[in-house]
């Protein structure tokens, strides 16, 4: 079982809001880790996003629009990424990303279509 | 303008070797640490190796432990990865990152290169 399960595909439209999830395997908690999250666009590089702990151990990429925010669904065990108001240019992949202790793990990564 | 720009990448055969290097600009590098991070065409994320801003500690994914060397110049401001024992599996576009701090863990990669392409065959 993978460290970090993200679903393969996602669809939402324009104006909408998506909700892309990050779980984490059985056995490790989700409040221990900061998740980060990135967007990859074809043919760029990843971008940060966002990191999410708490609400009181959170962080903004630098440019990156209030409409993308960060939260947990503990029930689930997983980290969440909210895009509110779905714009086409947010057509991309997302990738989560937690750090064990002594490496970093990615997800495999959501493909959202606007 | 911060920038990271790779190069070194290329075809090589499997068992071969390739050194790839990172120059950074529009920053101080010396003060933060830096990771490599690879993507196989099509697929998703791999971190692959990182290094603290000093270059003292240094980090790597197990698919790679032994086979490749990160290093860094800070009087250059250049990142490297010297990659032995290639595999074709290791076939993959290359990325430098720039992490929001002088140690690597638990902080973000907030700045990447635009990517090195890496190719293993015969």
């Known amino acids: 079982q993978a460290v970090l399960t993200q679903p393969s595909s996602l669809s939402a439209s324009p104006g909408a809001s998506a909700s892309l999830t990050c779980t984490l395997r059985?056995?490790?908690?989700?409040?221990?880790?900061?998740i980060y999250w990135y967007q990859q666009k074809p043919g760029s590089p990843p971008q940060y996003l966002l990191r999410?702990?708490?609400?009181?151990?959170?962080?903004?990429g630098s440019g990156v629009p209030s409409r993308f925010s960060g939260s947990k669904d503990a029930s689930a065990n997983a980290g969440i990424l909210l895009i509110s108001g779905l714009q086409s240019e947010d057509e991309a992949d997302y990738y989560c990303?937690?750090?064990?202790?002594?490496?970093?793990?990615f997800g495999g990564g959501t493909k959202l279509t606007v | 303008e911060v920038q990271l720009v790779e190069s070194g990448g290329g075809l090589v055969q499997p068992g071969g070797s390739l050194r790839l290097s990172c120059a950074a600009s529009?920053?101080?590098?010396?003060?933060?640490?830096m990771n490599w991070v690879r993507q196989a065409p099509g697929k998703g994320l791999e971190w692959v190796s990182g290094i603290s801003s000093t270059g003292y500690s240094t980090y790597y994914a197990d698919s790679v432990k032994g086979r490749f060397t990160i290093s860094r110049d800070n009087s250059k401001n250049t990142l490297y990865l010297q990659m032995n024992s290639l595999r074709a599996e290791d076939t993959a576009v290359y990325y430098c990152?720039?992490?929001?701090?002088?140690?690597?863990?638990?902080?973000?990669?907030?700045?990447w290169g635009q990517g090195t392409m890496v190719i293993v065959s015969s």
């Open positions: 529009g920053f101080t590098f010396s003060n933060y640490a």
């Open positions: 990152a720039k992490v929001d701090g002088s140690w690597f863990g638990d902080r973000a990669f907030d700045m």
């Open positions: 990303m937690i750090w064990d202790g002594s490496a970093w793990v």
């Open positions: 059985s056995g490790i908690n989700v409040g221990t880790y900061r």
């Open positions: 999410y702990k708490s609400d009181s151990d959170k962080q903004q």
